[in-house]
């Protein structure tokens, strides 16, 4: 290899040298593109200094950074094969979740007591923004009784929403423990007691 | 569609002995670093549509190299994938001269390559290692930063640190010459 050997006694300017750590490091332009690809053209020994910079770079990752390694790469490669092979299994799953969602939406909109008009507007459930600013913290599902209309409907939305969750949950950590809820199901878990007036209010109308 | 356990343990050795050897070609090829794991995976997954139809007689490396080497050049053919290189008109020119990874006197295989430069690694100093590791902690362009964060305001500039790496990197490439001579990629 003369012009990796040439590297070593500086034979190779240091343009080459830029050149070369900027295509490794994926920080070439255009014209330094157009110019690697040029020196490359005249001179095969740069073309393969290049290919052996390259190789060094992709195995010297592979040994230093944990998420490059061998364990890492199979651990990878075996959770995209279970998602493509397990394609009908994986669309169940996401029915299963909309249906339990779907359920708790229904419980929730079930008709109540007149809310109290003071209460701020807030997100709903589901992210969306509504009339107004939600400034209140999230209450935990335990509270929710303290801030609900009345009993009955706190102790229904509260129920719904503890099976909502739980339903969820199951399905969503089926195959993925230690996953956690998914963004949704987080929004269901740690709704304030305000989002959940606010959505019961839209269901309902003034 | 779940796949024969004969089958898939015969997949998973064929994993474990050539990720490395693919995903250095994947890379050869001009592929930007942060894509060769994606590639190579998709390259496993191919393979294991077609284990059957391999002839376990034949090297699997080649054939693994030439479905990886089919994969790049799709993607490389879809502008809106062309970010995967670090260059289209480079990736091309590296297309063009590489093969299979086989050494033409049939003597030296790009997974024993591989083999030897782990061995290089592990005899890099610390420091070399470091800086090796530190590329990957930022973006590129924030090496200076990721520099002055390891060693102070006194650390070398970009530009220094990239001089470094390459040096790095020429040293691992004197020690896989000491180990298997010159090398024809």
Same mark, same amino acid.
């Given at each position: 290899?003369?012009?990796?050997?040439?590297?070593?006694?500086?034979?190779?300017?240091?343009?080459?040298?830029?050149?070369?750590?900027?295509?490794?490091?994926?920080?070439?332009?255009?014209?330094?593109?157009?110019?690697?690809?040029?020196?490359?053209?005249?001179?095969?020994?740069?073309?393969?200094?290049?290919?052996?910079? +390259? /190789?060094? *770079?992709?195995?010297?990752?592979?040994? =230093?950074?944990?998420?490059?390694? &061998? #364990?890492?790469? $199979?651990?990878? !490669?075996?959770?995209?094969?279970?998602?493509?092979?397990?394609?009908?299994?994986?669309?169940?799953?996401?029915?299963?979740?909309?249906?339990?969602?779907?359920?708790?939406?229904?419980?929730?909109?079930?008709?109540?007591?007149?809310?109290?008009?003071?209460?701020?507007?807030?997100?709903?459930?589901?992210?969306?923004?509504?009339?107004?600013?939600?400034?209140?913290?999230?209450?935990?599902?335990? +509270? /929710?009784? *303290?801030?609900?209309?009345?009993?009955? =409907?706190?102790?229904?939305?509260? &129920? #719904?929403?503890? $099976?909502?969750? !739980?339903?969820?949950?199951?399905?969503?950590?089926?195959?993925?423990?230690?996953?956690?809820?998914?963004?949704?199901?987080?929004?269901?878990?740690?709704?304030?007691?305000?989002?959940?007036?606010?959505?019961?209010?839209?269901?309902?109308?003034? | 569609?779940?796949?024969?356990?004969?089958?898939?343990?015969?997949?998973?050795?064929?994993?474990?002995?050539?990720?490395?050897?693919?995903?250095?070609?994947?890379?050869?090829?001009?592929?930007?670093?942060?894509?060769?794991?994606?590639?190579?995976?998709?390259?496993?997954?191919?393979?294991?549509?077609?284990?059957?139809?391999?002839?376990?007689?034949?090297?699997?490396?080649?054939?693994?190299?030439?479905?990886?080497?089919?994969?790049?050049?799709?993607?490389?053919?879809?502008?809106?994938?062309?970010?995967?290189?670090?260059?289209?008109?480079?990736?091309?020119?590296?297309?063009?001269?590489?093969?299979?990874?086989?050494?033409?006197?049939?003597?030296?295989?790009?997974?024993?390559?591989?083999?030897?430069?782990?061995?290089?690694?592990?005899?890099?100093?610390?420091?070399?290692?470091?800086?090796?590791?530190?590329?990957?902690?930022?973006?590129?362009?924030?090496?200076?930063?990721?520099?002055?964060?390891?060693?102070?305001?006194?650390?070398?500039?970009?530009?220094?640190?990239?001089?470094?790496?390459?040096?790095?990197?020429?040293?691992?490439?004197?020690?896989?010459?000491?180990?298997?001579?010159?090398?024809?990629?």
């Amino acid at each position: 290899m003369s012009g990796a050997a040439g590297m070593e006694g500086g034979a190779v300017g240091a343009e080459r040298m830029d050149l070369i750590a900027a295509a490794v490091e994926n920080t070439l332009d255009d014209a330094g593109a157009a110019a690697l690809v040029d020196l490359a053209g005249r001179d095969a020994a740069v073309l393969r200094a290049l290919r052996l910079h +390259l /190789l060094i *770079d992709e195995v010297a990752a592979q040994e =230093l950074l944990p998420t490059r390694s &061998a #364990a890492a790469f $199979a651990a990878g !490669l075996d959770e995209r094969r279970r998602a493509q092979s397990d394609g009908f299994a994986f669309l169940a799953r996401v029915r299963a979740r909309v249906a339990a969602e779907d359920r708790v939406l229904a419980l929730l909109s079930a008709p109540h007591a007149a809310p109290d008009a003071a209460r701020p507007a807030g997100l709903l459930p589901n992210g969306a923004a509504n009339a107004g600013p939600d400034t209140a913290p999230p209450i935990p599902i335990t +509270l /929710l009784g *303290d801030r609900l209309p009345s009993p009955w =409907l706190a102790g229904s939305a509260a &129920a #719904a929403v503890a $099976a909502g969750v !739980l339903l969820y949950g199951a399905v969503g950590t089926q195959n993925n423990p230690g996953a956690g809820t998914t963004p949704v199901g987080s929004l269901i878990a740690h709704a304030s007691a305000n989002d959940l007036y606010a959505e019961i209010r839209r269901k309902d109308g003034p | 569609m779940p796949i024969p356990p004969d089958l898939d343990a015969c997949f998973a050795a064929l994993v474990m002995e050539h990720q490395a050897g693919v995903r250095a070609f994947i890379r050869m090829l001009g592929v930007e670093a942060g894509s060769v794991d994606d590639l190579a995976q998709e390259t496993f997954i191919v393979a294991l549509r077609r284990l059957e139809d391999f002839d376990q007689s034949l090297p699997a490396g080649p054939w693994l190299r030439g479905i990886a080497r089919n994969l790049v050049l799709n993607h490389r053919r879809s502008l809106a994938r062309h970010a995967l290189v670090i260059h289209p008109a480079l990736a091309e020119v590296l297309d063009l001269a590489i093969g299979t990874g086989e050494d033409p006197a049939g003597k030296l295989h790009l997974d024993e390559l591989v083999l030897h430069l782990r061995d290089c690694i592990e005899r890099l100093p610390a420091r070399g290692r470091a800086l090796i590791a530190e590329r990957y902690t930022a973006c590129a362009s924030d090496i200076g930063a990721v520099a002055v964060a390891v060693d102070g305001p006194n650390a070398p500039s970009a530009n220094a640190r990239r001089q470094a790496l390459f040096r790095v990197r020429e040293t691992l490439r004197r020690c896989l010459v000491a180990k298997v001579g010159e090398v024809e990629l």
